[in-house]
């Protein structure tokens, strides 16, 4: 099974700094990967969808990258209503989230 | 539009078994996966396994087979998802999520294991 490392599992931050989180595949994944906001009380969604496409509706201040084994989702600019969790999840084969990243403001 | 709605809350004893439905409007069911994702209590997301409900076709993670089963009404647009043997541990919400276009979630369902 393809395993995906997350990290950092949780980070605090100001509101304006540039937040960075990794996902790792155990092999290689070509582009397939999601990656998800789910807030506290709410439903998970769908933020970044092939590793770089950024779902409508959602600030040009989400971005993700990677390809291959190596993955990152960005951040550029934190803002208050940013605070979440936030998961990478690989769909080739069966899908699997990664660990999750919660995220702070300080 | 799309809407997918879940059954409410269950209360299980250990051992037990609960079945929860997800119920889908607006698109053609049979048409795209039905996932379900679990957030056990304190835990993370876990992507239990989808059904397809065109031809009732599963596939499950590999840390709940034997113990779920994913089926599907096709006639009432509904999928379901049983899980046996609970333990304390599977307490969380479950969520059925489809795929179509965008990513539609249904609220959740709390389940509960607890003597």
Request: aromatic share 14%; proline share 4%.
């Given at each position: 099974d393809i395993q995906m490392t997350q990290s950092?599992?949780?980070?605090?931050?100001?509101v304006g700094d540039r937040v960075t989180i990794t996902c790792q595949?155990?092999?290689?994944?070509?582009?397939?990967?999601?990656?998800?906001?789910?807030?506290?009380?709410?439903?998970?969604?769908?933020?970044?969808?092939?590793a770089s496409n950024l779902e409508t509706g959602f600030p040009s201040r989400?971005?993700?990258?990677?390809?291959?084994t190596d993955f990152t989702f960005t951040i550029s600019g934190l803002q208050p209503e940013?605070?979440?969790?936030?998961?990478?999840?690989?769909?080739?084969g069966l899908p699997l989230f990664g660990g999750g990243t919660k995220v702070e403001v300080k | 539009?799309?809407?997918?709605?879940?059954?409410?809350?269950?209360?299980?004893?250990?051992?037990?078994?609960?079945?929860?439905?997800?119920?889908?409007?607006?698109?053609?069911?049979?048409?795209?996966?039905?996932?379900?994702?679990?957030?056990?209590?304190?835990?993370?997301?876990?992507?239990?396994?989808?059904?397809?409900?065109?031809?009732g076709g599963t596939d499950y993670a590999r840390k709940f087979q034997g113990r779920v089963?994913?089926?599907r009404d096709t006639s009432i647009n509904?999928?379901?998802?049983?899980?046996?043997?609970?333990?304390?541990?599977?307490?969380?919400?479950?969520?059925c999520v489809v795929y179509n276009d965008k990513d539609f979630w249904g609220q959740g369902t709390l389940v509960t294991v607890s003597s």
């Open positions: 950092p599992s949780s980070l605090s931050a100001s595949a155990s092999q290689d994944i070509r582009n397939h990967v999601n990656w998800y906001q789910h807030k506290p009380g709410r439903t998970p969604k769908l933020l970044i969808y092939d989400f971005s993700g990258s990677g390809s291959g940013d605070v979440a969790t936030y998961y990478c999840q690989h769909y080739d | 539009q799309v809407q997918v709605v879940q059954s409410g809350a269950e209360v299980k004893k250990p051992g037990a078994s609960v079945k929860v439905s997800c119920k889908t409007s607006g698109y053609m069911f049979t048409a795209y996966y039905v996932h379900w994702v679990r957030q056990a209590s304190g835990q993370g997301l876990e992507w239990m396994g989808r059904i397809y409900p065109n031809s089963i994913m089926t509904t999928a379901y998802m049983e899980v046996s043997r609970l333990r304390s541990d599977d307490t969380g919400v479950y969520y």
